[in-house]
């Protein structure tokens, strides 16, 4: 898995000087002990959507739909395999294709149906005109060299394939051609001549490498979502931990993680939960709210605690909703945003409820992170505390108060 590559120039936030105008929110202060008993009517949901501050992708909910793609519906992705004069081909490439077309279901139950990867593979292997080591792919890869990769592949395989028929393109390369190590996901710079085929102008597409022998099918997950706008959530600079942000509960984080849905904020931004869905504490007051887990698709998704002008406390629920997730814990996962943290910064943190607690046996550093019913999470600073009431089968009773 890589990042979403980008060109140099970074286009500006254009939404975030309006959000910044006028908005001055109650920051200081502990929340008072008796405002938790009173409860407040809510806030718009609207109220707490945070502007995108960094001009690529980042969890703002003001997307540029100009430059990545619509989240919802079916979207038609041609599927292309790709050998080289120093690897060629030796498997069928239905096997290949096997280890990562399943990801399109993923992504269908992860949207709680509302977006579809309709993939349609052509099946044989096209030659590229170059060696697979002369691609330069690389942790580095410039904009410049993956738009030439694909140009090639697409120029290569344009005899049989009309492209016109697709909204965005996979390109999977032979599973000999190890100099191709890693996935990057291709978003078009506009102004530029880019990669046209068939009249028209591919402007997403996902070039799969070698480790997807090792992601499997959820990397379809994570790399599509780039061309819908999302960021990386693991840490571009390791320190300590790759995923010391989020662990696995975000396929955008950690692929393999034990459960890694998208979180509800990024849901919320996708379009795929409604504002009906969420609570929003943007001023001071208080709310009892009923949540049900996002792994399943109906009920009150998240409450959101907005914090500042790009910042916000979100809690939501954590289910084993499939038996596959095998989750080390559930409960209250709460976590902090902030939409003017670039991609691999950090731009959401969960917040662990056990920091001191050694992981079980199988179990990473996060794994533990949800609350429990009867603990709770504060941040005297930011006015803000998440008491958690009750946990259900199918979700969790919380207490937002906000000074």
Partial sequence: MTKALHPARRRPAPLLAAALAGLLLPLTGAPHAEASHVPQPADR????????????????????????????????????????????????????AAQVTPGADWLWQASYGKAWLAVSQHRHWVRM???????????????????????????????????????????????????????????????????????????????????????????????????????DLYAFDPGNDTHRFVGGWDVMGLISGAGPQYFAWESWKLGWTADRQVVCRASAGSNTVRLTAVEYG????????????????????????????????????????????????GPVQVMDAKPDATPAQGCRPLDDAPYGA????????????????????YGDTVRLTKS
């Avoid at 992708?57 to 120093?86: A, C, L, N, W, Y």
Wanted: a negative charge; proline letters at 6%; one cysteine or more.
């Fill in 298 to 345: 109906t009920g009150t998704k998240m409450a959101v605690l907005r914090t500042g002008p790009t910042s916000a406390y979100v809690v939501e629920s954590r289910r084993a909703a499939r038996a596959d997730t095998g989750l080390c814990a559930t409960g209250a996962l709460v976590y902090k945003v902030d939409s003017s943290v670039e991609t691999g910064k």
């Fill in 45 to 96: 949901a609207t109220d707490c959507a945070l502007p995108g501050a960094t001009g690529w992708t980042d969890e703002g909910h003001d997307t540029d739909r100009s430059v990545f793609q619509r989240p919802s519906g079916t979207r038609k992705v041609g599927m292309i395999f790709v050998d080289f004069p120093d690897a060629p081909a030796t498997e069928s490439p239905a096997d290949d």
């Fill in 374 to 393: 009867g603990e709770s999470f504060t941040d005297a600073a930011a006015g803000v505390r998440i008491d958690v009431l009750k946990a259900g089968t």
């Fill in 129 to 231: 005109p170059r060696k697979s080591t002369d691609y330069g792919f690389a942790r580095g890869l410039s904009h410049e060299a993956h738009e030439a990769y694909i140009k090639d592949a697409v120029a290569a395989a344009d005899p049989d394939v009309d492209f016109s028929a697709y909204d965005m393109l996979y390109v999977v390369p032979t599973r000999n051609a190890a100099a191709i190590s890693f996935t990057p996901t291709y978003v078009y710079e506009p102004g530029t001549a880019g990669v046209v085929a068939d009249g028209k102008r591919i402007k997403w597409a996902v070039t799969f490498g070698q480790d997807m022998w090792h992601w499997g099918p959820k990397l379809v997950g994570h790399e599509t979502a780039h061309t819908f706008g999302l960021p």
